[in-house]
């Protein structure tokens, strides 16, 4: 202020001096020089004190004001702002309070004014609380943390803590020294009290699912020895090693009974694999072997039943196919429960194709059929396990929407993909790729930060076309896929 005086002073000091010499002069036009002198002196010294003491006292007005309206802008800061606001000294201690919602606080906290506000704070927060002023202290500009303040009377709700979202920010100095920090506290306790929830229920969640994956365990085990005693003693009635059968009809009996068992039998084992797998208990046993004998092998396990049912089953293998690296026996059962899909929903007439191919280090088993396909708005339901898609139409196949959720485990341990095309009424594409090298399968002691997602989910676009190319395979016609 005193600078910006003095500034004014010498202005009119330099104005003054000029008119010095212009007043006498004008002022002895019109009388003699004896009078003009003294005449025009004394008023460019009285227009000068005039001239300070008004533009002194304009200065200081200006500035009254001014500071008027940044007090005015301060308190309504202090008034508008949500939730609760602490002016705080550099230690912590409350210097101000206000905020839009203070009443609501100060209804419950101890009055702040003057103390500490690491007081209010609950002990296993006060050092959160200390670090953020630490950080202030440093050179930060702001910090965040959230703080639980302990309620010294009971509320409404029975809180005995309100969990605040406090946001400190620091005021300086032209030095950048800390001069106060401004704490804006946020009552989070209802944001805080779902998160707990989610966190219990993803947990009641978890041990759900551990649960049934040990009782699916423990049933498979319990179920295996007997229906091998079944199993075994069907065999021998069918082979009538003790003696021959009365009659036809006690031969069809027994072999229902044997077929009866096998089915479940499977069901048994697909479902302990699906809980070992769920468990991250399912090893791979990779090792190099002919891919094309996998196929083979399938086509002709399957090719009966597919002629039974006056479906056309064949199998294109890329020439020269090389060996592949990975576990004989889930490929081989991946293959042999898609093959089996698409031979139960496929009618009379249709045609299913399972192909095999590797291009660019990557293995491509593709089975293609002209069943009764599947509607997109239902594609992401198949895999889920004791799911199936059920309509009027495929509500009379038999099934217990195991076998496509176990493919999908199965691939995803190898690291591979799983993709799904299909029309309604026109067919089916599923397109299964993993690394031929088995270089997609995780290393030993990378499971934890890897988990197979279990069950996968399906990818609905496979990149089926053009992936077999003229001349490549025996010249056995391609299912039809519309």
């Known amino acids: 202020m005193r600078q910006r005086e003095l500034m004014i002073l010498r202005r009119l000091a330099l104005l003054s001096s000029a008119a010095l010499v212009a007043a006498p002069a004008a002022l002895s036009i019109v009388t003699s020089p004896a009078v003009a002198l003294p005449a025009g002196v004394a008023a460019v010294f009285a227009g000068f004190l005039f001239s300070a003491v008004g533009s002194i006292a304009l200065s200081r007005q200006s500035i009254v004001t001014s500071g008027v309206a940044t007090q005015s802008a301060e308190e309504f800061f202090m008034e508008a702002s949500a939730g609760l606001i602490l002016f705080l000294d550099p230690q912590g201690g409350v210097i101000n309070v206000g905020g839009r919602d203070r009443r609501a606080f100060l209804a419950w906290m101890r009055a702040p004014d003057g103390k500490g506000f690491i007081d209010q704070i609950h002990v296993s927060d006060r050092i959160l609380f200390l670090q953020a002023l630490d950080q202030l202290r440093q050179g ?24 605040l979202r406090t946001d400190l920010t620091a005021r300086r100095d032209s030095d950048g020294v800390l001069l106060s ?22 947990a009641d969640a978890q041990s759900a699912n551990d649960a049934k994956s040990r009782f699916l365990a423990a049933v498979s085990h319990e179920l295996r020895t007997p229906l091998n005693a079944i199993l075994g003693f069907s065999d021998i009635l ?28 499977s069901v048994v084992n697909t479902m302990l694999d699906m809980s070992k797998i769920e468990a991250g208990r399912y090893e791979l046993m990779l090792e190099p072997f002919d891919i094309s004998t996998v196929v083979r092998s399938c086509e002709a396990m399957l090719g009966l039943q597919a002629k039974t049912k006056g479906v056309s089953l064949t199998s294109r293998i890329q020439r020269g196919l090389d060996e592949v ?40 088993l593709c089975v293609s059929d002209t069943g009764i396909g599947i509607a997109a708005d239902k594609l992401q339901l198949l895999g889920q396990p004791f799911v199936q898609i059920q309509d009027d139409y495929t509500r009379r196949f038999e099934g217990t929407g195991l076998g ?77 896929i519309a």
Do not use: C, M, W
């Open 140 to 163: 930060d500009e702001q910090a965040t943390v959230d703080l639980r303040l302990e309620r010294p009377s009971v509320s409404v709700d029975n809180r005995q803590f309100a969990h």
């Open 325 to 364: 690296v990975a576990d004989q026996r889930a490929i081989q059962q991946i293959l042999i429960n898609l093959v089996g899909n698409a031979v139960k929903f496929t009618d009379a007439g249709g045609a299913i194709s399972l192909d095999a191919s590797v291009r660019d280090g990557i293995l491509k």
């Open 404 to 480: 496509l959720s176990l493919v999908k485990g199965l691939v995803a341990l190898h690291g591979g993909d799983f993709a799904i095309a299909s029309t309604p009424g026109s067919g089916t594409i599923i397109t299964i790729s993993i690394a031929a090298d088995g270089s997609g399968v995780p290393q030993a002691g990378a499971g934890d930060s890897n988990p197979v997602e279990f069950p996968p989910r399906l990818r609905t676009s496979p990149a089926v076309a053009g992936i077999f190319e003229e001349g490549l395979f025996d010249g056995r016609d391609q299912a039809k």
């Open 238 to 265: 069918i082979g009538e090693y003790f003696g021959k059968l009365a009659n036809d009809r006690q031969r069809e009996y027994v072999g229902l009974v044997r077929d009866s068992g096998a089915h479940l039998l």
């Open 181 to 202: 920090v401004v704490a804006q506290l946020r009552d989070v306790s209802a944001e805080h009290q779902l998160r707990v929830d989610a966190q219990n229920h993803a």
